[in-house]
Protein backbone atom coordinates (compact mmCIF):
# COMPACT_ATOMS: atom_id res chain seq x y z
CA UNK A 1 0.00 0.00 0.00
CA UNK A 2 1.44 3.67 -0.66
CA UNK A 3 2.40 5.60 2.39
CA UNK A 4 0.46 8.39 1.96
CA UNK A 5 1.75 11.71 3.19
CA UNK A 6 -0.51 14.55 4.35
CA UNK A 7 0.75 17.78 5.01
CA UNK A 8 -1.89 20.07 6.95
CA UNK A 9 0.41 23.55 5.81
CA UNK A 10 2.56 24.99 3.65
CA UNK A 11 5.42 24.57 5.76
CA UNK A 12 4.73 21.05 6.68
CA UNK A 13 4.60 20.38 2.81
CA UNK A 14 7.90 22.45 2.06
CA UNK A 15 9.52 19.80 4.61
CA UNK A 16 8.11 16.71 3.09
CA UNK A 17 9.39 17.67 -0.63
CA UNK A 18 12.20 18.46 1.45
CA UNK A 19 12.96 14.95 2.70
CA UNK A 20 11.75 13.26 -0.46
CA UNK A 21 14.42 15.66 -2.66
CA UNK A 22 17.20 14.27 0.08
CA UNK A 23 16.35 10.89 0.09
CA UNK A 24 15.75 10.90 -3.70
CA UNK A 25 12.26 9.57 -3.28
CA UNK A 26 9.61 10.04 -6.25
CA UNK A 27 6.27 11.21 -5.13
CA UNK A 28 3.04 10.78 -6.51
CA UNK A 29 1.19 14.15 -5.55
CA UNK A 30 -2.50 14.66 -5.84
CA UNK A 31 -5.21 16.77 -4.55
CA UNK A 32 -8.18 14.61 -3.51
CA UNK A 33 -7.06 11.75 -6.16
CA UNK A 34 -10.54 12.63 -8.38
CA UNK A 35 -8.44 12.64 -11.57
CA UNK A 36 -6.62 9.44 -10.41
CA UNK A 37 -6.64 7.33 -13.52
CA UNK A 38 -5.50 10.19 -16.18
CA UNK A 39 -2.20 10.30 -17.49
CA UNK A 40 0.39 7.78 -17.14
CA UNK A 41 0.59 5.52 -14.18
CA UNK A 42 2.81 6.26 -11.51
CA UNK A 43 4.81 3.81 -9.85
CA UNK A 44 5.93 5.63 -6.33
CA UNK A 45 6.22 4.27 -2.99
CA UNK A 46 4.53 7.51 -1.59
CA UNK A 47 1.83 9.84 -2.23
CA UNK A 48 2.03 13.39 -1.26
CA UNK A 49 -1.90 15.03 -0.92
CA UNK A 50 -3.03 18.58 -0.59
CA UNK A 51 -6.13 17.53 0.40
CA UNK A 52 -5.37 18.81 4.52
CA UNK A 53 -4.67 22.67 3.11
CA UNK A 54 -8.16 23.73 2.58
CA UNK A 55 -9.46 26.90 3.67
CA UNK A 56 -10.39 30.55 1.43
CA UNK A 57 -7.46 32.81 2.21
CA UNK A 58 -9.20 36.09 0.32
CA UNK A 59 -11.57 36.77 -1.10
CA UNK A 60 -12.38 40.78 -2.52
CA UNK A 61 -15.44 40.80 -4.25
CA UNK A 62 -15.08 44.34 -5.53
CA UNK A 63 -11.37 42.99 -6.98
CA UNK A 64 -13.18 40.45 -8.44
CA UNK A 65 -10.23 38.07 -6.85
CA UNK A 66 -10.17 34.84 -4.89
CA UNK A 67 -7.97 32.94 -3.09
CA UNK A 68 -7.74 29.44 -1.42
CA UNK A 69 -5.27 27.11 -0.19
CA UNK A 70 -4.96 24.37 -3.07
CA UNK A 71 -7.12 21.49 -0.87
CA UNK A 72 -9.94 23.30 -0.55
CA UNK A 73 -12.91 21.92 -2.39
CA UNK A 74 -13.80 23.50 -5.66
CA UNK A 75 -17.51 23.14 -4.17
CA UNK A 76 -16.42 25.51 -1.50
CA UNK A 77 -15.07 28.24 -3.52
CA UNK A 78 -17.91 27.86 -6.17
CA UNK A 79 -20.16 28.06 -3.31
CA UNK A 80 -18.11 31.20 -1.33
CA UNK A 81 -18.50 33.16 -4.76
CA UNK A 82 -22.01 32.20 -5.37
CA UNK A 83 -22.75 34.39 -2.20
CA UNK A 84 -21.65 37.46 -4.46
CA UNK A 85 -22.98 36.45 -7.49
CA UNK A 86 -19.76 35.43 -9.15
CA UNK A 87 -18.20 32.47 -10.21
CA UNK A 88 -14.84 30.97 -12.03
CA UNK A 89 -15.45 32.25 -15.58
CA UNK A 90 -13.61 29.01 -16.94
CA UNK A 91 -16.46 26.35 -15.96
CA UNK A 92 -14.15 23.86 -14.15
CA UNK A 93 -14.52 20.39 -15.53
CA UNK A 94 -15.06 17.67 -13.08
CA UNK A 95 -13.93 14.50 -14.59
CA UNK A 96 -15.60 11.86 -11.52
CA UNK A 97 -17.93 10.55 -13.85
CA UNK A 98 -15.58 9.70 -16.63
CA UNK A 99 -13.14 8.56 -14.87
CA UNK A 100 -14.52 6.42 -11.87
CA UNK A 101 -13.23 8.33 -9.21
CA UNK A 102 -14.76 9.85 -5.44
CA UNK A 103 -14.05 12.66 -3.35
CA UNK A 104 -13.96 16.33 -3.81
CA UNK A 105 -12.28 18.07 -6.89
CA UNK A 106 -9.73 20.28 -5.33
CA UNK A 107 -9.23 24.35 -6.32
CA UNK A 108 -5.15 23.25 -6.63
CA UNK A 109 -6.08 20.51 -8.54
CA UNK A 110 -7.96 22.89 -11.11
CA UNK A 111 -5.11 24.69 -11.47
CA UNK A 112 -2.52 21.75 -11.88
CA UNK A 113 -4.15 20.37 -14.89
CA UNK A 114 -5.55 23.57 -16.45
CA UNK A 115 -8.95 22.40 -15.84
CA UNK A 116 -11.39 24.04 -18.09
CA UNK A 117 -14.97 23.80 -19.71
CA UNK A 118 -17.57 24.76 -22.44
CA UNK A 119 -16.86 28.64 -21.59
CA UNK A 120 -13.57 28.66 -22.87
CA UNK A 121 -14.01 29.63 -25.77
CA UNK A 122 -15.35 33.05 -24.38
CA UNK A 123 -13.78 33.38 -21.07
CA UNK A 124 -10.33 31.93 -21.57
CA UNK A 125 -8.70 28.68 -20.06
CA UNK A 126 -7.83 28.06 -16.19
CA UNK A 127 -4.73 29.57 -16.79
CA UNK A 128 -6.17 32.95 -18.17
CA UNK A 129 -7.83 33.39 -14.70
CA UNK A 130 -4.69 32.00 -12.36
CA UNK A 131 -2.55 35.80 -10.89
CA UNK A 132 -1.12 33.94 -8.36
CA UNK A 133 0.14 31.26 -6.94
CA UNK A 134 2.44 29.71 -3.65
CA UNK A 135 4.21 26.65 -4.51
CA UNK A 136 6.58 24.21 -3.30
CA UNK A 137 9.29 23.13 -6.06
CA UNK A 138 11.27 19.91 -5.78
CA UNK A 139 14.02 21.34 -3.58
CA UNK A 140 11.22 22.15 -0.80
CA UNK A 141 11.96 25.73 -1.26
CA UNK A 142 8.42 27.68 -0.99
CA UNK A 143 8.24 29.99 -3.94
CA UNK A 144 5.41 32.97 -4.77
CA UNK A 145 4.57 34.29 -8.31
CA UNK A 146 2.13 36.79 -9.10
CA UNK A 147 -0.02 38.74 -7.22
CA UNK A 148 -3.59 39.35 -5.44
CA UNK A 149 -4.83 41.76 -7.47
CA UNK A 150 -4.77 42.32 -11.28
CA UNK A 151 -3.07 45.68 -11.26
CA UNK A 152 -0.02 44.54 -8.94
CA UNK A 153 0.70 41.20 -11.17
CA UNK A 154 4.06 40.49 -10.56
CA UNK A 155 6.05 36.72 -11.97
CA UNK A 156 2.56 36.13 -14.52
CA UNK A 157 4.43 33.93 -16.73
CA UNK A 158 5.59 31.54 -13.88
CA UNK A 159 2.19 31.52 -12.78
CA UNK A 160 0.96 30.29 -16.24
CA UNK A 161 3.49 28.07 -16.32
CA UNK A 162 1.93 26.35 -13.53
CA UNK A 163 -0.99 26.26 -14.57
CA UNK A 164 -1.53 22.74 -16.23
CA UNK A 165 1.59 21.12 -15.47
CA UNK A 166 0.58 18.14 -13.38
CA UNK A 167 2.42 18.61 -10.16
CA UNK A 168 6.00 17.74 -12.47
CA UNK A 169 7.43 21.81 -11.63
CA UNK A 170 6.11 21.84 -7.82
CA UNK A 171 3.51 21.13 -5.60
CA UNK A 172 0.49 24.09 -5.21
CA UNK A 173 -0.22 25.38 -1.93
CA UNK A 174 -2.29 28.46 -2.65
CA UNK A 175 -3.95 29.65 -6.13
CA UNK A 176 -5.58 33.18 -6.36
CA UNK A 177 -7.39 33.71 -9.59
CA UNK A 178 -9.57 36.56 -10.86
CA UNK A 179 -13.26 36.03 -10.98
CA UNK A 180 -16.67 37.67 -12.63
CA UNK A 181 -20.46 38.14 -12.11
CA UNK A 182 -22.17 34.72 -12.88
CA UNK A 183 -24.51 34.54 -15.69
CA UNK A 184 -27.94 35.92 -14.55
CA UNK A 185 -29.57 33.46 -17.20
CA UNK A 186 -29.05 30.87 -19.64
CA UNK A 187 -30.75 29.79 -23.13
CA UNK A 188 -29.35 27.31 -25.27
CA UNK A 189 -30.54 27.45 -29.16
CA UNK A 190 -30.34 24.24 -30.40
CA UNK A 191 -30.49 23.19 -34.71
CA UNK A 192 -30.80 19.47 -34.90
CA UNK A 193 -29.95 16.57 -37.49
CA UNK A 194 -26.55 18.35 -38.90
CA UNK A 195 -23.75 16.28 -39.84
CA UNK A 196 -20.12 16.82 -38.41
CA UNK A 197 -19.27 19.41 -41.24
CA UNK A 198 -21.96 21.31 -41.20
CA UNK A 199 -22.60 21.50 -37.09
CA UNK A 200 -19.20 23.32 -37.13
CA UNK A 201 -20.25 25.49 -39.86
CA UNK A 202 -22.98 26.95 -37.67
CA UNK A 203 -21.18 26.92 -34.81
CA UNK A 204 -18.56 29.01 -36.26
CA UNK A 205 -20.86 31.53 -37.42
CA UNK A 206 -22.85 31.74 -34.37
CA UNK A 207 -19.38 32.48 -32.59
CA UNK A 208 -18.38 34.75 -35.47
CA UNK A 209 -21.32 36.69 -35.15
CA UNK A 210 -21.97 39.63 -32.14
CA UNK A 211 -24.37 37.64 -30.16
CA UNK A 212 -22.10 36.77 -26.99
CA UNK A 213 -22.46 33.20 -27.81
CA UNK A 214 -20.76 31.28 -24.02
CA UNK A 215 -20.86 27.86 -25.38
CA UNK A 216 -20.65 25.72 -28.53
CA UNK A 217 -20.99 21.94 -29.00
CA UNK A 218 -22.21 19.57 -31.17
CA UNK A 219 -23.69 15.54 -30.23
CA UNK A 220 -23.59 13.49 -33.11
CA UNK A 221 -25.47 10.25 -33.72
CA UNK A 222 -23.68 7.48 -31.27
CA UNK A 223 -23.89 10.12 -28.58
CA UNK A 224 -27.61 11.65 -29.16
CA UNK A 225 -29.85 9.33 -31.16
CA UNK A 226 -30.62 12.71 -33.47
CA UNK A 227 -27.47 14.61 -33.83
CA UNK A 228 -27.44 18.12 -31.57
CA UNK A 229 -25.92 21.20 -32.22
CA UNK A 230 -25.59 23.57 -28.69
CA UNK A 231 -24.98 27.41 -28.70
CA UNK A 232 -25.54 29.06 -25.30
CA UNK A 233 -26.08 32.76 -24.48
CA UNK A 234 -25.71 33.88 -21.19
CA UNK A 235 -26.56 37.22 -19.81
CA UNK A 236 -29.90 39.19 -18.31
CA UNK A 237 -33.05 37.40 -19.43
CA UNK A 238 -34.18 40.89 -21.64
CA UNK A 239 -30.65 40.57 -23.81
CA UNK A 240 -31.03 36.78 -23.75
CA UNK A 241 -34.47 37.00 -25.42
CA UNK A 242 -33.44 39.26 -28.13
CA UNK A 243 -29.77 37.60 -28.86
CA UNK A 244 -31.80 34.00 -29.22
CA UNK A 245 -34.27 35.31 -31.43
CA UNK A 246 -31.26 36.84 -33.64
CA UNK A 247 -29.08 34.06 -33.69
CA UNK A 248 -31.77 31.72 -35.06
CA UNK A 249 -32.49 33.80 -37.66
CA UNK A 250 -28.81 34.00 -38.43
CA UNK A 251 -28.50 30.21 -38.48
CA UNK A 252 -32.30 29.62 -40.40
CA UNK A 253 -30.06 27.95 -43.23
CA UNK A 254 -29.02 25.23 -41.19
CA UNK A 255 -32.66 24.40 -40.49
CA UNK A 256 -35.22 25.10 -37.57
CA UNK A 257 -33.77 25.71 -33.78
CA UNK A 258 -35.30 25.22 -30.92
CA UNK A 259 -34.19 27.27 -27.44
CA UNK A 260 -34.27 25.18 -24.33
CA UNK A 261 -33.34 26.64 -20.95
CA UNK A 262 -33.43 26.15 -17.12
CA UNK A 263 -32.50 22.64 -15.23
CA UNK A 264 -32.56 20.96 -19.36
CA UNK A 265 -30.46 22.67 -20.45
CA UNK A 266 -28.21 22.83 -17.58
CA UNK A 267 -27.88 19.41 -17.00
CA UNK A 268 -26.89 18.70 -21.00
CA UNK A 269 -24.30 21.47 -20.48
CA UNK A 270 -22.67 19.39 -17.34
CA UNK A 271 -22.57 16.75 -19.58
CA UNK A 272 -20.39 18.18 -22.34
CA UNK A 273 -18.43 19.70 -19.77
CA UNK A 274 -17.83 16.59 -17.56
CA UNK A 275 -17.64 14.30 -20.81
CA UNK A 276 -20.12 12.04 -19.21
CA UNK A 277 -21.26 10.94 -22.19
CA UNK A 278 -18.28 8.76 -22.83
CA UNK A 279 -18.62 7.78 -19.70
CA UNK A 280 -19.72 3.94 -20.93
CA UNK A 281 -18.75 1.52 -21.72
CA UNK A 282 -15.84 1.77 -18.40
CA UNK A 283 -13.25 -0.66 -20.44
CA UNK A 284 -13.01 2.22 -23.04
CA UNK A 285 -10.15 4.80 -24.14
CA UNK A 286 -11.37 8.49 -24.03
CA UNK A 287 -8.81 10.63 -25.85
CA UNK A 288 -8.99 14.45 -26.13
CA UNK A 289 -7.84 16.04 -28.90
CA UNK A 290 -7.31 19.80 -30.10
CA UNK A 291 -7.63 20.27 -33.19
CA UNK A 292 -8.24 23.37 -35.69
CA UNK A 293 -12.19 23.47 -36.34
CA UNK A 294 -11.68 24.31 -40.21
CA UNK A 295 -10.19 20.63 -40.16
CA UNK A 296 -12.18 18.63 -37.12
CA UNK A 297 -14.86 16.65 -39.33
CA UNK A 298 -12.48 15.78 -42.36
CA UNK A 299 -10.20 14.48 -39.55
CA UNK A 300 -12.92 12.65 -38.07
CA UNK A 301 -14.16 11.26 -41.10
CA UNK A 302 -10.49 9.84 -41.69
CA UNK A 303 -10.57 8.18 -37.85
CA UNK A 304 -14.05 6.85 -38.26
CA UNK A 305 -12.58 5.04 -41.27
CA UNK A 306 -9.77 3.60 -38.91
CA UNK A 307 -11.43 2.52 -35.86
CA UNK A 308 -14.99 2.16 -34.26
CA UNK A 309 -15.75 5.09 -31.77
CA UNK A 310 -18.10 7.62 -30.80
CA UNK A 311 -17.02 11.43 -30.81
CA UNK A 312 -18.54 14.83 -29.81
CA UNK A 313 -17.41 18.18 -30.07
CA UNK A 314 -16.86 21.02 -28.03
CA UNK A 315 -15.39 24.72 -27.96
CA UNK A 316 -16.89 25.37 -31.89
CA UNK A 317 -15.12 22.11 -32.86
CA UNK A 318 -11.80 22.69 -31.37
CA UNK A 319 -12.13 20.20 -28.69
CA UNK A 320 -13.00 16.52 -30.13
CA UNK A 321 -13.82 13.93 -27.48
CA UNK A 322 -13.43 10.70 -28.79
CA UNK A 323 -14.37 7.15 -27.19
CA UNK A 324 -12.55 3.94 -28.87
CA UNK A 325 -12.13 0.06 -27.85
CA UNK A 326 -8.45 0.45 -25.30
CA UNK A 327 -6.25 -0.51 -28.64
CA UNK A 328 -2.65 0.55 -27.48
CA UNK A 329 -0.30 1.90 -29.95
CA UNK A 330 -2.00 1.14 -33.08
CA UNK A 331 -5.09 2.95 -31.42
CA UNK A 332 -3.25 6.05 -30.81
CA UNK A 333 -1.20 5.90 -33.91
CA UNK A 334 -4.22 6.18 -35.80
CA UNK A 335 -5.64 9.09 -33.65
CA UNK A 336 -2.23 10.86 -34.22
CA UNK A 337 -2.26 9.87 -37.67
CA UNK A 338 -5.76 11.28 -38.48
CA UNK A 339 -5.01 14.33 -36.74
CA UNK A 340 -1.46 14.85 -38.11
CA UNK A 341 -1.31 18.26 -39.59
CA UNK A 342 -4.50 20.31 -37.53
CA UNK A 343 -2.52 22.16 -35.52
CA UNK A 344 -3.56 20.53 -32.52
CA UNK A 345 -2.67 17.09 -30.17
CA UNK A 346 -4.55 14.19 -28.64
CA UNK A 347 -4.02 13.63 -24.96
CA UNK A 348 -5.07 9.99 -23.45
CA UNK A 349 -7.62 11.00 -20.81
CA UNK A 350 -8.07 7.45 -19.55
CA UNK A 351 -7.66 3.95 -20.88
CA UNK A 352 -6.80 0.51 -18.28
CA UNK A 353 -3.58 1.00 -16.73
CA UNK A 354 -1.18 -1.43 -19.19
CA UNK A 355 -2.40 0.79 -22.36
CA UNK A 356 -1.44 4.27 -20.15
CA UNK A 357 1.61 2.70 -19.59
CA UNK A 358 2.56 1.76 -22.51
CA UNK A 359 1.42 4.72 -24.87
CA UNK A 360 2.11 8.61 -25.42
CA UNK A 361 -0.07 9.95 -23.09
CA UNK A 362 0.35 13.04 -23.87
CA UNK A 363 1.15 14.22 -27.70
CA UNK A 364 4.96 13.67 -28.69
CA UNK A 365 6.94 16.95 -28.34
CA UNK A 366 9.57 17.99 -31.21
CA UNK A 367 12.75 17.72 -30.35
CA UNK A 368 13.39 21.04 -29.85
CA UNK A 369 10.30 21.76 -27.31
CA UNK A 370 11.09 18.36 -25.58
CA UNK A 371 14.69 19.63 -24.47
CA UNK A 372 13.37 22.80 -23.34
CA UNK A 373 10.63 21.17 -21.41
CA UNK A 374 13.41 19.01 -19.86
CA UNK A 375 15.41 21.67 -18.91
CA UNK A 376 12.41 23.61 -17.19
CA UNK A 377 11.59 20.25 -15.64
CA UNK A 378 15.11 20.00 -14.23
CA UNK A 379 15.42 23.98 -12.96
CA UNK A 380 12.10 23.11 -10.84
CA UNK A 381 12.66 19.45 -10.04
CA UNK A 382 16.06 18.02 -10.47
CA UNK A 383 15.96 15.25 -8.29
CA UNK A 384 12.64 14.52 -10.31
CA UNK A 385 11.01 13.73 -7.06
CA UNK A 386 7.87 15.33 -8.53
CA UNK A 387 4.79 13.21 -9.98
CA UNK A 388 7.97 11.45 -12.51
CA UNK A 389 7.24 10.13 -15.91
CA UNK A 390 3.44 11.91 -15.50
CA UNK A 391 3.78 13.86 -18.52
CA UNK A 392 6.38 11.44 -20.97
CA UNK A 393 8.53 9.25 -20.15
CA UNK A 394 11.50 11.02 -17.83
CA UNK A 395 9.60 13.74 -17.44
Known amino acids: MTDLLQ ?16 AKTPLAVEGAGTKNGFGRPLQTERTLTTRAMTGVTLYEPSEMVIGA ?35 EPTIGGVAAANNSGPRRIMAGACRDSLIGVRFVNGKGEVVKSGGRVMKNV ?25 VLPAPAHVMTVV ?5 DARAIQAMAAGLGSPFEVSGAAHLPSGV ?42 AALWRQVRDVSFLAEPRDAAVWRVSVAPSKAAAAMATLSRALAM ?60 AALSAGIKASFDPAGVLNPGRMAAGL
Open 7 to 22: PADEAALAQAVASAYA
Open 69 to 103: RAGTPLREVEATLAEKGQALTFEPVDYRVLLGTTG
Open 191 to 195: LHGLD
Open 310 to 369: RCFYDWGGGLAWIATAPAGDAGAAAIRAAFAGTGGHATLVRAPAEIRASVSVFEPQPAAI
Open 154 to 178: TGLDLVKLMAGSWGTLGVMSEVIFK
Open 224 to 265: ERVPKTLLRLEGFPESIAYRAGELRTLLKGFGPADVIEGETA
